[in-house]
């Protein structure tokens, strides 16, 4: 209820505003939001991406265009602190009506509990990345009332994609459930709960946390005596590390990026950003 009065208020915000000749300049976080956003944006403007380089969401420091772009900025569309804890500094002294509640507050976001608290990488749960569609178009549709059909018209566009992607992302995920998996850190809940992925083990809990010996001595127990099938590292991960459990059974390696750097920024970057991890896993089983 306190998430819901929170976007209600903000879209009673931007309502009261004056009508707008141009496009809202919108900036986002990291390369699925932008390109969420960019699928709900198409054919009105293109929204800027702050997170442009391969640099961890958890820490980062604004270059200097990267602030211009938040000083002009309307509206910035961003997953939440629990992610980019940086970025709530920059924006506290914006507008109020430049900052909605993050994405992570959306109404209706599935949101999974850690030890930690909340795990931020919702966006790898395409159901949740629908609902972030539907909620970037109704708040741009406040904010430029001018655009507010296309705005909405474009998200059903995107919604069907997204929905296209997750079908296909299950069946060919479908023959692999079984699978022991042990990722490189806790970032793939999302991701393994929609698609019905066995998670055995994890390297280390967090993005910035160092694994303990106790942990590794526990993994590679688990890969001698054959309970590890699939091993998936992201990039930056210690190659000794990650190799040293492998070796224990000749255990297949595979790279995903829970952020995916290395495809196209823009408004196919999410589908296939979706697309793209459930191959690299269903291939880990060959």
Not at 5 to 32: E, H, N
């Amino acid at each position: 209820m306190r998430l819901l009065l929170l976007w209600f208020g903000f879209a009673l915000a931007l309502a009261a505003q004056p009508g707008r000749a141009d496009p809202p300049r919108v900036v986002t976080d990291i390369p699925p939001v932008h390109s969420l956003a960019s699928m709900v944006m198409a054919g009105i403007a293109t929204p800027a991406l702050l997170l442009d380089t391969a640099a961890s969401p958890h820490q980062s420091q604004l270059r200097p265009s990267q602030a211009r772009a938040l000083a002009r900025a309307d509206v910035v569309f961003r997953v939440g602190g629990a992610l980019t804890p940086w970025l709530e500094r920059a924006i506290a002294g914006l507008a109020e009506s430049a900052v909605p509640p993050p994405l992570l507050e959306a109404p209706g976001t599935r949101l999974r509990r850690t030890g930690g608290g909340t795990d931020p990488h919702a966006w790898l749960d395409p159901q949740n990345a629908i609902i972030w569609v539907r909620t970037i178009a109704e708040t741009l549709s406040a904010l430029d009332p001018d655009n507010a059909a296309a705005y909405r018209a474009n998200a059903g566009t995107a919604v069907a994609t997204i929905e296209a992607a997750m079908k296909r992302a299950t069946e060919k995920l479908a023959p692999v459930r079984t699978l022991r998996l042990v990722f490189s850190h806790d970032a793939f809940g999302y991701f393994t709960a929609r698609f019905g992925l066995r998670t055995v083990g994890t390297i280390a809990d967090g993005d910035a946390a160092a694994p303990g010996a106790a942990r590794l001595a526990a993994l590679r127990k688990m890969a001698r005596e054959g309970g590890i099938d699939c091993l998936l590292v992201e990039p930056g991960t210690s190659p000794a590390m990650a190799g040293l459990i492998a070796a224990e059974a000749d255990i297949p390696q595979a790279v995903v990026d829970p952020l995916g750097f290395a495809l196209p920024v823009g408004s196919s970057q999410y589908p296939q950003l979706i697309l793209g991890m459930a191959e690299t896993i269903a291939r880990c089983a060959r």
